[in-house]
């Protein structure tokens, strides 16, 4: 019931984050990356054009493939997924931007995706894709002349809350990796220290972007690694969600210990009844097949959740963006 209530609460919200007009241009592109392979990413972006569906790896959206950016002076968002995930993983909040004026990057993160996770300890070199997603949406993109450089906002969940937090300012301290899984073995991230070798990583601190301005960040990874000190750098408005029965990072250890140790408080919300991975979309029928521990178990509400989450994640980028 408490939900419901909840949920009910934001239905206006919802509705206001998407008022555009316009439709949703879409596109996948290719970005050369220097001593590397090329970042695949996937670009949403406001258009006039008219849309059609079409297929977006198990799922599908509803997009003008290809369409020109219609208009001038779009914030843009970059966006990264988590651990073994892809750019497609968030692509009905990035529709919800695009649909409220913004562009929007998602990277696929080199190395840390579904088919291939040859870096999935490779954490720290994650914030660096970002550098180069903007870089691009600035510079080289096709329509880079329709995005202001001057606001520029970053959203990240699970192990992409943790690079958005290091691109923005954050320091984490490896080394308390040890420490942690040596209490908690059972815990998701310390799994995955046995699932795959440990990589040694040549850079401490990873690199920050001070072009980012606001970030949203949802069930941050590794979040007991980022000390009051390490998040020092950290002064950028922060939106914080967490799922209140996260069974993968569950609290206080991440998103809790974030918000704690962050300099200036976040807009903080909790999601009444969710687990972790409900900030993804909801699941299509062929992705509950084929992955059903990803897509819930039916009592959560991820559709109606969503309709929200996605009006207040375009809330907070208007609010703090312009």
């Not at 509705?15 to 695949?40: C, I, M, N, Q």
């Not at 059972?186 to 040549?202: G, W």
């Not at 606001?214 to 002064?235: D, E, N, S």
């Amino acid at each position: 019931m408490k939900l419901h209530i909840w949920l009910a609460g934001l239905a206006a919200l919802a509705w206001a984050g998407f008022a555009h007009a316009g439709g949703v241009g879409y596109e996948t592109v290719s970005v050369p990356v220097v001593g590397d392979r090329p970042l695949k990413m996937s670009i949403w972006y406001p258009t006039t054009a008219p849309e059609a569906a079409e297929p977006l790896a198990l799922s599908s959206q509803v997009v003008a493939h290809g369409a020109p950016v219609a208009g001038q002076g779009h914030p843009l968002i970059v966006v990264s997924h988590g651990t073994g995930g892809s750019d497609a993983d968030h692509f009905d909040t990035a529709q919800a931007l695009a649909r409220a004026g913004f562009v929007v990057a998602a990277v696929a993160h080199t190395g840390d995706t579904y088919d291939d996770r040859s870096r999935a300890l490779r954490i720290i070199d994650r914030p660096r894709h970002l550098s180069v997603a903007i870089d691009y949406m600035t510079q080289a993109w096709q329509g880079h002349d329709a995005v202001d450089a001057a606001r520029i906002g970053a959203f990240g969940f699970s192990a992409g809350g943790f690079t958005v937090l290091a691109a923005i300012g954050g320091e984490p301290d490896m080394s308390l990796t040890d420490r942690h899984c040596a209490v908690h073995p059972h815990f998701y991230d310390c799994q995955m220290l046995r699932m795959f070798p440990r990589q040694s990583a040549t850079a401490t601190v990873p690199a920050h972007d001070s072009r980012i301005r606001a970030a949203v960040i949802a069930a941050p990874a590794l979040g007991y690694a980022f000390t009051p000190a390490g998040l020092a750098k950290v002064k950028v408005p922060i939106q914080l969600w967490r799922a209140e029965w996260d069974t993968v990072l569950p609290q206080p250890f991440y998103a809790e210990t974030v918000r704690r140790n962050l300099p200036n408080p976040p807009e903080h919300h909790v999601v009444p009844g969710a687990d972790h991975f409900d900030f993804l979309p909801p699941c299509s029928p062929a992705l509950a097949k084929a992955a059903p521990s990803i897509c819930g178990d039916g009592v959560f509400d991820r559709a109606a959740f969503h309709a929200t989450f996605n009006a207040e994640v375009v809330r907070f980028f208007r609010k703090t963006l312009g």
